[in-house]
T-cell receptor, first 115, second 114 residues
């Protein structure tokens, strides 16, 4: 079965600091990878996704993530965070061969950015 | 395009009752998936419907069921409610079924079981 681990439960940063949120998954086959964000009071929104090709993917709002197959990782990065990035971030994976839209989510990382 | 809509947004029920939640996908989307979000378990997949057929089911008891109508709208039903069913229930739609799809999430229905 697939599973996703997000090791950081709560991260607190000052504005302009760099961000890296860890995500590791366990699944032996080919996967699609996603990062979703949930701003306070809002619904889940897609930040970025990896299906194939260049392992460094760029998303909205200056976020990027790198897929490292050998490490089963898909870490999220942003060089300089803003107060408006305060939100909960979820890594998700689904198996390419599953033929179904069932995403497995990590438990989420709450990011607090201090102005 | 309008986003995914879910009704009602908030619901309070008592143990033993049943509840039906509704989801309208983005126009043209034919796949609807349901997730349960709780502080302890995070986001867990319930089931997916595509073309009125259940495509996949997560590890939830049979008290959780769903259906999809010909216009792609979906309903989720929970019977004999338990306290542990208190959660945010999220619906997500995508154009088709299949793993290579982005899912668009609705705002959720907050269910409280007393």
């Amino acid at each position: 079965a697939q599973s996703v681990s997000q090791h950081n439960h709560h991260v607190i940063l000052s504005e302009a600091a760099s961000l890296e949120l860890g995500c590791n998954y366990s699944y032996g086959g080919t996967v699609n990878l996603f990062w979703y964000v949930q701003y306070p009071g809002q619904h889940l929104q897609l930040l970025l996704k990896y299906f194939s090709g260049d392992p460094l993917v760029k998303g909205i709002k200056g976020f990027e993530a790198e897929f490292i197959k050998s490490k089963f990782s898909f870490n999220l990065r942003k060089p300089s965070v803003q107060w408006s990035d305060t939100a909960e971030y979820f890594c998700a994976v689904n198996a390419r061969t599953s033929g179904a839209n069932n995403l497995f989510f990590g438990t989420g990382t709450r990011l607090t950015v201090i102005p | 395009k309008a986003g995914v809509t879910q009704t009602p947004r908030y619901l309070i029920k008592t143990r033993g009752q049943q509840v039906t939640l509704s989801c309208s996908p983005i126009s043209g989307h034919r796949s609807v998936s349901w997730y349960q979000q709780t502080p302890g378990q995070g986001l867990q997949f319930l089931f997916e419907y595509f073309s009125e057929t259940q495509r996949n089911k997560g590890n939830f008891p049979g008290r959780f069921s769903g259906r999809q109508f010909s216009n792609s709208r979906s309903e989720m039903n929970v019977s004999t409610l338990e306290l542990g069913d208190s959660a945010l229930y999220l619906c997500a739609s995508s154009p088709t079924s299949g793993a290579i799809n982005e899912q668009f999430f609705g705002p959720g229905t907050r269910l409280t079981v007393l």
